[in-house]
């Protein structure tokens, strides 16, 4: 059983530990939750973890892309609906870079590489450095330095030096044409 803002999901643990190696050591290895067969989950909200359960149980990116329209669809606020989708795709990557699940990981990389745009460039990048999501970072990091103009002038780049300094540097690095290593 999952817990989820404190709502009971039964679960088939076969099933989690077979495609999450975090799931399987919490639940096969000597943690509380192997013990008591409740994994409690306090940093991912339910419509995003059904999603996320959905996409293990039948390893299709359909379900996770449909879950994507119906979050965007039904959220309020005065927000277009790229910064909504972008919003969505972020969550659904920080849920599958926690559980390990590298194709969603991946799925989601690829979403928010179309996604990219100047006010929101900065935010998906920070991300995607604190994931380790490379693919996304470098079509940040080049977004960035084909725009950079723009961006340099957006509350997000603006803040990063304070925010996320590493960010800062690699973008400077990125510019300047130094190669990572």
Same mark, same amino acid.
């Given at each position: ?42 940093? @991912? ?40 989708? @972008? ?70 780049? @603006?803040n990063l030096s304070e925010e996320c300094p590493a960010v800062q540097l690699k973008i400077n690095l990125h510019i300047a044409g130094v190669p990572e290593d």
């Amino acid at each position: 059983m999952c817990v989820v803002e404190e709502q009971e999901l039964h679960v088939h643990s076969v099933i989690l530990c077979a495609r999450s190696e975090v799931f399987k050591a919490q639940l096969l290895g000597g943690m509380r939750e192997a013990a008591d067969k409740r994994i409690v989950v306090e940093d @991912i909200a339910l419509v995003t973890f059904q999603a996320l359960l959905k996409f293990l149980y039948t390893d299709d990116l359909s379900h996770v892309e449909d879950w994507t329209k119906i979050v965007i669809a039904e959220s309020e606020g005065d927000a277009p609906p790229q910064r909504k989708r @972008i919003a969505v795709l972020q969550r659904m990557l920080a849920a599958s870079h926690k559980y390990q699940l590298a194709r969603l990981r991946l799925w989601c990389e690829q979403q928010l590489c179309e996604c990219i745009d100047i006010d929101g460039v900065c935010g998906v990048l920070c991300q995607a450095h604190l994931y380790e999501a490379k693919e996304l970072e470098s079509a940040c990091l080049n977004f960035v330095k084909a725009t950079r103009a723009a961006v340099a002038v957006t509350a997000g780049f @603006i803040n990063l030096s304070e925010e996320c300094p590493a960010v800062q540097l690699k973008i400077n690095l990125h510019i300047a044409g130094v190669p990572e290593d």
